[in-house]
């Protein structure tokens, strides 16, 4: 199993727990505010902000709260200035970490991402130093017991996806950026369901894990996305699933 399809996909289902939806807010809060001020407040004309404001309608955000982060973000409504950062370093084992975190105060962020790393055996690095090891696209993922490897590839394909992996139970689409969305409406439209998805930072390598070093890696993961400041994590470790489950009941 790969670290980016099997771990987002858990991700995504215990992000649907409500003792983690406060988080979830803030941080969907804080891209659609970055988005809008980077790119204008039209959902139709700013591709990130209209996944944004998907993104929480997804999580069942209230639309006054989706309006006011948009206000905020084109300066109609007072609020704090969120600056995009890029954090890579290493896992326990060596594998790479790339993450990318909004936040108000750098100082502040860095040391406590550098924290995590180093309580879980891993070091935050230098920038650029892991980047080579990951290639931005849009992936789709779909447990393989809701749609046969056939239909898929004809749906995705003929929509512009450039790729279907089998990861043991899940069907991984891979688009090119300005695909993803094609792709995604295609395959939702069929009535299939997604486990999950987003455009971001897809490994083209993996490091194997077992033992001692998969628990530390899921735990440095999971503590990166805890974090208040990030927004993403995306890690090439390959770890087989009888580790994360062991993960998960620990």
């Given at each position: 199993?790969?670290?980016?399809?099997?771990?987002?996909?858990?991700?995504?289902?215990?992000?649907?727990?409500?003792?983690?939806?406060?988080?979830?807010?803030?941080?969907?809060?804080?891209?659609?505010?970055?988005?809008?001020?980077?790119?204008?407040?039209?959902?139709?004309?700013?591709?990130?902000?209209?996944?944004?404001?998907?993104?929480?309608?997804?999580?069942?955000?209230?639309?006054?709260?989706?309006?006011?982060?948009?206000?905020?973000?084109?300066?109609?409504?007072?609020?704090?200035?969120?600056?995009?950062?890029?954090?890579?370093?290493?896992?326990?084992?060596?594998?790479?970490?790339?993450?990318?975190?909004?936040?108000?105060?750098?100082?502040?962020?860095?040391?406590?991402?550098?924290?995590?790393?180093?309580?879980?055996?891993?070091?935050?690095?230098?920038?650029?130093?892991?980047?080579?090891?990951?290639?931005?696209?849009?992936?789709?993922?779909?447990?393989?017991?809701?749609?046969?490897?056939?239909?898929?590839?004809?749906?995705?394909?003929?929509a512009g996806a450039e790729d279907i992996k089998d990861d043991g139970d899940t069907w991984e689409v891979i688009t090119a950026p300005e695909k993803y969305e094609a792709v995604l409406e295609a395959v939702k439209a069929a009535g299939i369901e997604v486990a999950d998805s987003n455009v971001g930072h897809i490994p083209q390598d993996y490091i194997k894990l077992e033992g001692k070093q998969a628990q530390q890696a899921l735990r440095l993961v999971e503590?990166?996305?805890?974090?208040?400041?990030?927004?993403?994590?995306?890690?090439?470790?390959?770890?087989?699933?009888?580790?994360?489950?062991?993960?998960?009941?620990?």
């Open positions: 199993m790969s670290g980016h399809s099997k771990w987002s996909s858990i991700k995504h289902k215990k992000a649907a727990a409500d003792s983690k939806r406060g988080k979830i807010f803030t941080k969907i809060i804080r891209e659609i505010a970055v988005a809008a001020r980077a790119a204008g407040g039209d959902v139709d004309m700013n591709p990130r902000l209209r996944k944004a404001v998907q993104d929480a309608k997804a999580v069942n955000m209230p639309a006054d709260n989706i309006k006011r982060a948009i206000q905020k973000g084109t300066g109609q409504l007072e609020g704090s200035h969120y600056e995009e950062v890029i954090y890579e370093g290493y896992g326990p084992g060596g594998f790479a970490v790339y993450i990318t975190a909004l936040s108000d105060n750098k100082n502040r962020t860095v040391s406590e991402i550098r924290h995590i790393f180093t309580r879980n055996g891993g070091q935050i690095g230098t920038s650029g130093c892991v980047a080579f090891r990951f290639k931005r696209g849009g992936y789709i993922d779909i447990d393989q017991e809701k749609v046969e490897e056939e239909k898929l590839m004809d749906i995705a394909l003929n503590e990166l996305e805890d974090h208040d400041d990030v927004q993403t994590v995306a890690a090439n470790f390959d770890i087989d699933e009888k580790e994360i489950a062991q993960y998960e009941t620990a």
